[in-house]
């Protein structure tokens, strides 16, 4: 009989077991998951660092081609394609008077305003539609911008360092800098 029982023991786990293998195993997910998160949020920044790199360096083609930056409004309208580089981009209909080049967002020059592509497409919010950054220019001489993108990681050191370089000062004295926001203006 005593032999029984053993052999019955010895089959599966007790539910003791069970619950301390959950709780270890929560314990580690619950440490591991902020870790990750936080990767996922610093790999987002840092790919929208890199595109309002590319879009400066675009900026600054247009800027060798026309001697001012795009014109801007509001942070949301940029006035740089078309045959005199002066129209909205991205390219609308020819009806309203935008150039219609179908493959760039950020073109200019030519009869058709697409003779120059500045950048194919500008950057957007994961999967959305919406452009993730604001243009502002400084809407007298063409000599100043500045681009604005909100990051995830508030801990980024990038963020202060890029609003004192690009101050909301001068012709931009009206911007107000959140602490997410990450600025980017002419070298």
Excluded: W
Excluded at 49 to 69: I, P, T
Excluded at 109 to 134: H, I, Q, V
Aim: glycine share 10%; aromatic share 10%.
């Amino acid at each position: 009989m005593k032999n029984q029982r053993l052999k019955m023991k010895s089959h599966g786990f007790t539910l003791v077991e069970l619950l301390v293998v959950i709780a270890i195993i929560a314990v580690i997910v619950g440490l591991a998951m902020p870790n990750f998160l936080s990767a996922r949020e610093r790999a987002r920044d840092a790919k929208k660092k890199s595109e309002m790199s590319e879009l400066r360096g675009a900026l600054r083609l247009y800027y060798n081609d026309y001697q001012q930056y795009p014109g801007g409004t509001n942070g949301t309208i940029f006035l740089g394609c078309g045959p005199l580089g002066t129209l909205q981009c991205p390219g609308g209909s020819a009806a309203a008077g935008s150039p219609t080049c179908s493959s760039q967002e950020f073109a200019a020059g030519g009869a058709d305003g697409c003779a120059t592509t500045y950048m194919r497409s500008f950057p957007k919010d994961l999967g959305s539609s919406s452009y993730s950054f604001k243009y502002y220019q400084d809407g007298t001489t063409g000599e100043d911008y500045r681009l604005k993108v909100t990051l995830e990681n508030l801990s980024d050191a990038e963020l202060s360092t890029s609003r004192s370089r690009c101050p909301a000062s001068g012709a931009f004295a009206a911007l107000v800098y959140a602490s997410s926001d990450y600025v980017v203006c002419p070298d």
